[in-house]
């Protein structure tokens, strides 16, 4: 097991370099430059030139994107380490880290809504095969899986904080009441929902698939025919083989969930990693750019890599 | 043996690939309404905007949303006094042809690279498939973003280039999974002993045979192509009005929020139809493409 998380690792470092090397590219030879938008009659040559060289766009593209890569890389990161933002000049350190509790708690408040809600359909439509309620389910679940998630969010909200006015319209705190947390609580209601019903809508039809193939193993014949009851064999026997593939869906989510936070943090303007990234494409603040890309990227990797050590310490027929 | 059990044998008659396609293809519910739909869609995309004429960007001050419904403007007037149904008429246009447009890049892209990696194996297989690699790890929406964003916003020609460069990995792998399977198989070794040459083995040969997978991937790949198109000029990165797009009529719908709160309805439902249409064309294609799954004649 360790060999092989040591070989995995291994393999994720070329990996790295290339979706830097990528990034970089795309946000280097692209046309345009961050100081264009301070270029104006007021503004002198020698101004725009100081800044280019502030910035360092003066140098050779490799020479740029080594100092990039070897400071984007030194463990343990100092405040200089990802660089300085165009747009305030804050440490891009800072402004990450300062975005990543919003993030988690949007994201792992949707992932536990999600795992809670979606199980439970899976069986339930799996034992209740071609009833009418796992049909009713279904066209729910189709429905649920073709919403666009900006669109939802805009439903949601046009529904709950505009018509009903019982839940606020966007941000994490009203303000001047910052750090309070029944408000964040409220505020995290609508996100939360439009991420988790995407998420419900994909997990239980997972869910209900893979309940249905355990259930036609041989071994849940035997445990039937010694006399377990009906709850028993889909609680013990059933459900737990059905829930190993979904180990690896989780793996899977985590990093499509940044992305997918991405838009719906941007319709409630919650204060989150994706909301900044989408910010700073906006606004072209290059150094944030990549770091926002580079640590999706990477929660990519490790999410891979998470779903498969995670299959083989719950599935003991799987060896590496 | 009397000839009459001859005669037996071959009446039972003989079923092309194709035909059993098709059969297959329209024994499923699902399917054959998605055809419908997606027929439906294209048609109306095509049609109303013809019928509109320019009625989808004139703006006119006399009208807005107060103006009773009429059978010229089912859906009503907007803030600007343009029509809205012709307007949303013309944004679901834009939409299919954006969104067929980027699929042809992603099937061209992932057709031509799979094959290569398929087919050469070796260093180039594993150098190719790293490629794609680190592209999936990328993190999709974001990088379309990025490429829109820094190569022009509101440019047609780079929302689809960017959605098609980022969104051909799947079917890259699907096609190289197929030629290496297509590789060792008796026609195409049969080709390789009468000479051909690579090339023509692959073009003529491996190609068609590996194009199912590659039509489903497609067909599947609409859907994600148009809500990503409706995503980017919803944020403010795509089509610009006075451009219809369902993404920048949610944009304005979202400004009329509590007075006109259908508005936001109308591209919402769009976006649904077009996605359910493609998935279950693309669920129904797999399903009848799929020559393991035999049908009792």
């Known amino acids: 097991m360790a060999t092989y998380i040591l070989r995995r690792v291994i393999q994720a470092i070329p990996i790295v370099i290339g979706i830097s090397l990528i990034s970089f590219a795309i946000v280097y030879l692209t046309p345009g430059s961050p100081v264009d938008k301070f270029r104006s009659p007021r503004v002198s040559p020698e101004t725009i030139q100081n800044l280019i060289r502030l910035y360092g766009l003066d140098k050779p593209l490799p020479v740029q994107f080594w100092n990039w890569f070897t400071h984007f890389w030194s463990f343990p990161w100092d405040n200089t380490a990802w660089g300085y933002s165009f747009t305030d000049g804050l440490p891009v350190r800072d402004k990450i880290f300062q975005r990543i509790p919003s993030t988690l708690l949007l994201m792992g408040t949707a992932l536990v809504v999600t795992v809670v809600l979606a199980i439970p359909i899976g069986i339930l439509q799996a034992v209740k095969q071609y009833s009418r309620a796992d049909k009713i389910i279904t066209t729910f679940e189709t429905i649920g899986y073709a919403m666009p998630t900006f669109w939802l969010g805009l439903i949601l909200k046009q529904f709950f904080a505009v018509q009903l006015n019982i839940l606020p319209l966007y941000g994490q705190n009203t303000l001047g009441k910052q750090g309070n947390i029944p408000d964040m609580l409220l505020h995290l209601v609508l996100p939360v929902t439009t991420l988790a019903i995407i998420s419900v809508a994909g997990w239980s039809r997972y869910m209900r698939a893979s309940m249905l193939e355990v259930m036609r193993q041989d071994y849940m014949r035997t445990a039937r025919s010694k006399g377990l009851s009906g709850n028993q064999v889909i609680r013990r026997h059933a459900m737990r083989n059905a829930l190993i593939p979904i180990v690896t869906l989780l793996g899977l989510t985590i990093p499509a969930l940044l992305s997918g936070a991405a838009i719906t943090e941007t319709v409630f303007s919650w204060p989150g990693l994706g909301w900044l990234g989408v910010q700073s494409v906006t606004e072209r603040d290059y150094p944030v750019v990549l770091a926002v890309v580079m640590i999706g990227g990477v929660m990519v990797i490790l999410g891979n890599l998470m779903a498969d050590i995670l299959y083989a310490v719950v599935d003991p027929r799987i060896h590496y | ?297």
């Open chain 2, 1 to 297: 043996m009397p000839a009459g059990e001859y005669d037996e044998v071959d009446l039972v008659p003989v079923q092309t690939y194709w035909q059993l396609v098709r059969r297959r293809y329209f024994q499923n519910r699902m399917a054959v309404m998605a055809l419908f739909l997606m027929a439906g869609l294209i048609t109306a995309a095509i049609v109303f905007p013809i019928i509109g004429g320019d009625a989808w960007a004139k703006t006119n001050l006399t009208r807005g949303p107060s103006d009773p419904i009429s059978i010229t403007a089912p859906l009503g007037y907007d803030n600007l006094g343009i029509n809205i149904f012709f307007r949303l008429m013309k944004a679901l246009q834009t939409s299919l042809i954006i969104g067929f447009f980027a699929v042809l890049i992603i099937a061209g892209i992932g057709t031509t690279v799979g094959s290569i990696a398929g087919y050469a194996g070796g260093w180039i297989d594993n150098a190719l498939m790293r490629f794609v690699d680190i592209v999936l790890s990328l993190p999709g929406f974001f990088l379309v973003l990025m490429l829109v964003a820094f190569m022009g916003s509101g440019n047609v020609f780079v929302i689809v280039f960017a959605i098609g460069l980022t969104g051909w990995t799947t079917a890259a792998r699907l096609v190289r999974a197929e030629f290496l399977r297509l590789r060792e198989s008796d026609f195409a070794q049969a080709a390789k002993a009468l000479g051909a040459s690579d090339r023509r083995i692959v073009v003529r040969h491996m190609i068609p045979s590996a194009l199912a997978p590659v039509v489903v991937a497609s067909t599947l790949g609409i859907a994600d192509s148009v809500v990503t198109e409706a995503a980017l000029s919803f944020l403010g990165f795509g089509l610009r009005p006075p451009e219809a797009s369902l993404g920048n009529m949610l944009t304005n719908a979202q400004e009329y929020f509590y007075r006109h709160p259908l508005w936001i309805w109308y591209p919402g439902i769009m976006l649904i139809l077009v996605v359910l249409a493609a998935s279950f064309l693309g669920d129904g294609l797999r399903d009848a493409l799929d020559p393991r799954q035999r049908i009792e004649a």
